[in-house]
């Protein structure tokens, strides 16, 4: 992907929302809810503080995150959809749980 976001914005892939419901019944694009689940592509540098100061972001690209279901703004580039949001419409970071063997 040739697209780098400015500032604090992350472009973001939504995860693959379910097509069954849990009684099997095959549910169509059209009725199927958005996940708000989805994995970072890229992020921008940072946000700037009163004293011109770089801040930079939490996220890094290939985390799994949580966002808000109205958060972002959808567009297509190189024919894919994907997600652009300033990283305060995130709510957080999926830690894949470790396997602790005993």
């Known amino acids: 992907m040739l697209f780098r976001p400015l500032h604090d914005r992350v472009v973001i892939r939504r995860a693959e929302g379910d097509v069954k419901s849990k009684g099997g019944i095959i549910i169509p694009d059209t009725a199927k809810e958005k ?4 994995e970072v592509i890229a992020v921008g540098p940072g ?5 011109g100061k770089l801040i930079p972001l939490d996220v890094r690209a290939g985390d799994t995150i949580l966002f808000g279901k109205w ?4 567009v297509k580039i ?3 959809d994907l997600l652009i949001m300033k990283e305060a419409d995130i709510m957080g ?3 894949k ?6």
């Open 78 to 80: 190189d024919g894919e």
């Open 93 to 95: 970071i999926i830690e």
């Open 47 to 51: 946000s700037r503080d009163e004293s």
């Open 35 to 38: 996940p708000q689940e989805g």
């Open 97 to 102: 749980a470790v396997d602790k063997a005993a």
């Open 71 to 74: 958060s972002g703004t959808e």
